[in-house]
């Protein structure tokens, strides 16, 4: 009885972590939970929003180059009485009209320091930057989606492994009483066994309550209550082979690094918007109007005109002055960031390829002390019932047992962890890197479809 029950523990410490093989017959995978994390994350969809948002900058600063039409009309009611005079005549005019017109005004910029191009510029590189956002949280959520999917697996295990435990420790203390009963232990014996079972309870009613507050956070992040998991597994073949290859293409492919790029893109281009302050602006207006009854001696009368205007900043109170000033600062700081970031992202190259080579090898000596502990607890059992141990040393050593376990099953979670870790830290955490089965998001498409849109309110998905 005892034999079975030591197995089934050990049983659920081994499914935790799976390097091949097909999962179990209608049993949830982790590349699936990805795939729901993916598409129906709140937080990510709300950034797929925002950079939809930061899209329709770039039709706003492509009107710069796109002319003004204006439209006006007026009409109303108006009385006239005059008397003119001169020397030999007098002239008396009087009567109503209704002077009414109705006119056309179309302005267009012809130069204006080039800061239609550079803002268009400037939202060009926001956009790119805004994507880069985004593959920043897409990579955060699939990260949390693979931790919290091997976070339930991990504390499902435990549960079961105390759960094991107190089994056996039940069994244990009957056959301590009955040995008691029959004088071979004594009361002190007794007393130890009960303790350890109250400990082996308390040590599973709090594995229960993790598995609570898991469950929870899987649906939260995934979207759905966690049922009938399979085994996860590693990553690695999706790695680069070496340290110093995961280090450059960290340096290149993180989108933390490539969206402090374009950010510096945004700055260098808003130095040369605000530098066009400073040079003179070209503007044409041409204008086309039509009134009736203006005055009592003019009935009808159309003008037309075609003006170029030329405008030159001479001195506006110094204030484009120190906007220049201060975005050079901030291009400057920008710079200073990037190398921030790039220093960042090295060392959480470095560090999760560390834990990475450490979860291989604790997961190797995590088995190997799980074996030694059944070996060494068969043995004192045996050893217990020819009266060269004590009840305190079996109890020891099942407790010795429970612990290698739990830290096996902690083992191959990490394992499993720290590869998703890696590729999050390079910057290959994606839908296509890891061939999940989904439609993935493609930002360029609302782009391209208001990019050179003129007119319209409605967004392209019809509101």
Avoid: C
Wanted: charged letters at 15%; hydrophobic letters at 40%; zero cysteines.
């Amino acid at each position: 009885m005892v034999g079975v029950k030591v197995l089934t523990g050990a049983a659920a410490a081994a499914l935790l972590l799976a390097f091949a093989g097909a999962p179990p017959a209608l049993a949830d995978t982790i590349e699936a939970a990805l795939v729901r994390a993916y598409q129906n994350n709140p937080q990510l969809n709300a950034q797929r929003a925002s950079v939809r948002i930061t899209d329709e900058n770039v039709p706003q600063a492509l009107s710069g180059y796109r002319p003004r039409v204006a439209v006006t009309a007026s009409g109303g009611y108006q009385y006239t009485d005059t008397l003119a005079g001169g020397s030999n005549a007098v002239a008396h005019l009087s009567g109503a009209q209704i002077p009414r017109s109705v006119g056309a005004t179309v302005t267009q910029t012809l130069y204006n320091g080039q800061q239609t191009a550079n803002r268009t510029r400037v939202a060009e590189s926001q956009v790119s930057g805004a994507r880069e956002g985004l593959r920043v949280l897409e990579q955060s959520v699939l990260l949390s989606g693979a931790t919290i999917y091997m976070d339930y697996l991990r504390d499902s295990a435990i549960v079961e492994v105390q759960r094991s435990n107190v089994r056996v420790l039940e069994q244990t203390l009957k056959q301590t009483r009955d040995r008691f009963n029959v004088g071979e232990v004594t009361r002190t014996d007794v007393a130890q066994s009960e303790a350890q079972l109250a400990a082996g309870r308390t040590q599973q009613l709090t594995a229960e309550s993790n598995l609570t507050t898991t469950r929870a956070n899987f649906r939260r992040i995934i979207g759905n209550e966690p049922v009938a998991l399979a085994a996860g597994s590693p990553v690695d073949r999706f790695l680069p082979g070496t340290l110093p290859g995961a280090i450059d293409l960290g340096l290149t492919e993180n989108p933390n690094v490539t969206a402090s790029m374009f950010g510096i893109d945004v700055s260098f281009l808003t130095v040369k918007v605000n530098e066009g302050a400073l040079f003179p602006t070209v503007t044409l207006q041409v204008g086309a109007q039509q009134a009736y009854e203006q005055t009592i001696s003019v009935p009808r009368a159309f003008t037309a005109s075609a003006v170029a205007q030329v405008s030159v900043p001479i001195y506006q109170g110094g204030g484009e002055y120190a906007l220049i000033r201060q975005s050079k600062e901030n291009l400057a700081q920008q710079r200073l960031a990037l190398e921030q970031v790039r220093d960042q992202t090295r060392a959480g190259v470095v560090t999760a390829w560390g834990q990475l080579l450490a979860g291989k090898a604790q997961v190797s000596s995590a088995q190997a002390q799980v074996s030694a502990s059944e070996i060494a607890l068969n043995g004192v059992r045996e050893e217990a019932k020819a009266g060269q141990r004590t009840t305190l040393d079996v109890l020891n050593a099942q407790q010795a047992l429970v612990n290698a376990r739990v830290a096996l099953v902690t083992a191959q979670h990490d394992r499993v962890v720290a590869s998703y870790a890696v590729l999050n830290a390079v910057g290959r955490l994606s839908p296509t890197v890891l061939k999940l089965s989904t439609t993935v998001y493609d930002p360029s498409l609302h782009y391209h479809q208001v990019r050179d849109s003129w007119v319209g309110v409605r967004t392209p998905d019809g509101r």
